[in-house]
């Protein structure tokens, strides 16, 4: 059988996978062309659990700050609570500002302004120029 595969991404977001079987007269091909699934199905699962990961903001001058921080409305005012409030593999959005609020403690070490402590992204939405993470000197950044 030789396999050939084609991928679309559908409208909400997810990758659909066909598999269209073709006759071969080499039996060896049946073992390889699973592997190759299996592989391929592996690859697009991860694709599709990182098409699900959710944006997080955070605003130092948010009216609003309501969890789960999913808008702007209701974007976090410090860095450590979007960063706990999100899954890994979330990304969360810092805008323009001087964060010297916040943070966590950190065992016999003192404190982190912003400790991730699991896999995300976390970035600024103007460049590092305009958004500063500052530990006044005494806390780890």
Known sequence: MRTQYTTKLTGN??????????????????????????????????????????????DLNSPNATRPYTNWTTAATVIQDAVEAAAARDEIVVTNG?????????????????????????????????????GLGRERC
């Open 13 to 58: 977001g997810f990758l659909e996978l066909a598999a269209k079987m073709r006759s071969s007269r080499e039996p060896h091909h049946n073992a390889r062309n699973a592997r190759a699934l299996t592989i391929l199905a592996a690859v697009l699962l991860l694709f599709v659990f990182d098409a699900t990961a959710t944006v997080r903001y955070v």
């Open 98 to 134: 001087i964060y010297v609020i916040g943070g966590r403690a950190l065992s016999g070490t003192g404190t982190s302004r912003a400790e991730v402590n699991k896999p995300l992204t976390l970035r600024s939405v103007n460049n590092p120029q305009f958004t500063v993470i500052n």
